[in-house]
């Protein structure tokens, strides 16, 4: 399994005037392999251009991303990409959505349909397996995406408010269906969001950005919390009740806070 | 459909409101069918003449598409081949395809090629401009998903861009099919043996309005049929709309 290693990374973008705006400065962060990394910011704090980079969709202006001790210069297989719009192929169904990556590699056809069929049964898209994306929920779209970006084995997985666009109700179910699949097939996973409680749910660490310009503000740890009360093996709800769970929201909640109040 | 032939028949030959030779009544019509059906009209029977004219359609129209719809393609992927070819564009776009007749005449003479490439003119425009413009409206997220999943720029080309485009390409199709055919007569009039175009003309130097109605709904019958078939092939190419 490989780790992402950010060194000194910052974007600057140069506007039609001519004038440049920086979007991220001397962002130094590693995730270990298998780590869960989550990032919350205000809008403008560019978590969206951090996970671009691991990408390779976008490239830093200064410093470099590193994954697996190599430098990143464009998409790889060893990296998949979870986009908050889902961004599935409307005109291919779930089953030739789920294998387009392994297609990509060219896989054999026998090696496509067992991992297909393993990662319908492991999201529960079985019945769905032969529709078009157009026909299925937001949560079952955003199944198939997760199912599309496991199904290429990928060390990294880059997720960009996944689960942004589903309502609270999805959210909750799809945010312990996320649990459970890193607890059975674990990956470096770099996870970006604006909801605090998610972030804490899901992560080991979880990584506050200002903006203006975007930089490292604090990193908060939630993994020894997360094994001492064995949060991985209880109910969302549960958890969501523990006392460390919302003193820990609330800490992150104040950093946020701090960020989006002016005059900070 | 009864309505409409009861509401001709009453203007026409029922109370006579219109004069019979400004237009036919049902029974004048009937007989013109009846003759271009059997012993033909202007050297040829009805399906002669309108096979000849389908077949020009669909040559230009074949045409049209497969130089029109790479080149909108090329135009929407490439900034460079669009800055070079938008010029043309705007200075070819204001001439009207009839104007080219007489030029394609004095290129290709009078057989079939100047009448296709009449045709290919008022046609290929619709298929590039509709092309292009779906390339170029295609889905960035769509192709960063595709890239991050590990595909070469053929298959984004290829699994991404051109199906998001369909749509808007069988648009240009259908614009493109009525446009060959709003122009078919128009070509014809360069000169033929056969075609509806040259029913048309000889109606009218005969002055048998009746035998005019009949090419004029062929025509039209003609293009509805064909553009069904281009919806029919639509569906089956894009399943995934509903």
Known sequence: MKDIRFDGVGKTFTTRGGAACVVLHDIDLTVQAREFVAVVGPSGSGKTTLLRMAAGLDQPSAGEVRVGGRRVTGPGPDRAVVFQHFALFPWKTVRQNIAFGLRCQGASRARQTVAVDRYLALMGLDDAADRYPSQLSGGMQQRVALARSYAIEPDVLLMDEPFGALDAQTRTVMQEELIRLSRQEPRTVLFITHAVEEAVYLADRVVVLAHDPGRLREIVDIGPTRAAEAWNTRPIHEVMELPSFTHLRTRLWRLLRDQIRPGN | ?242
């Open chain 2, 1 to 242: 459909m009864l309505v409409v032939l009861g509401l001709w028949w009453t203007l026409t030959s029922g109370c006579g409101l219109i004069d019979p030779n400004r237009f036919p009544d049902p029974a004048e019509t009937w007989a013109a069918l009846q003759q271009i059906l059997t012993p033909g009209y202007a050297g040829g029977t009805l399906v002669q003449q309108a096979w000849a004219s389908t077949r020009l359609v669909l040559l230009g129209f074949a045409v049209a598409v497969t130089t029109g719809v790479p080149l909108g393609a090329l135009m929407g992927l490439s900034r460079r081949a669009e800055s070079l070819l938008n010029p043309a564009f705007l200075l070819l776009r204001p001439i009207p395809p009839l104007a080219w007749i007489p030029l394609a005449v004095v290129w290709l003479g009078l057989g079939d090629g100047a009448k296709i490439l009449v045709i290919w003119i008022a046609a290929f425009v619709p298929c590039v401009i509709n092309t292009w413009t779906g390339v170029r409206g295609a889905d960035l997220t769509l192709v960063a998903a595709a890239r991050v999943h590990g595909a070469d720029p053929v298959r984004v080309l290829l699994e991404v861009i051109l199906p998001g485009a369909l749509p808007m390409i069988f648009t240009g199709l259908r614009l493109s099919l009525q446009a060959c055919w709003t122009t078919l007569v128009a070509a014809e009039l360069v000169g033929t043996l056969y075609g509806l175009g040259r029913v048309l003309d000889s109606a009218y130097r005969d002055v048998n309005p009746a035998m005019i109605l009949v090419a004029m709904v062929t025509v039209g019958l003609l293009g509805a049929a064909t553009t069904r078939l281009i919806a029919a092939l639509e569906r089956g190419l894009t399943p995934w709309q509903v």
